[in-house]
């Protein structure tokens, strides 16, 4: 199975700082587009041991009928 990565979301401070809220932004859409990527990987069982289990399931399906 795919190794996933945790990258938690940053926390805002307590104080406004423009500066840091510009950061934050970019942080969270990097995060996004991450889990976006995530999902269509799996939607389309790009990954190479997704491919090969997925596969084996539809294999082991055609003989059981």
Request: charged share 25%; proline share 3%.
């Amino acid at each position: 199975m795919a190794q996933s990565r945790v990258v938690p979301l940053p926390v805002a401070a307590e104080e406004y700082d423009f500066r840091n809220e510009a950061m934050m932004r970019v942080q969270i859409e990097q995060s996004l587009q991450e889990v976006k990527n995530d999902v269509v990987l799996a939607k389309t069982q790009g990954d190479k041991e997704g491919s090969l289990a997925m596969r084996r399931f539809q294999f082991l399906l055609m003989g059981a009928s």
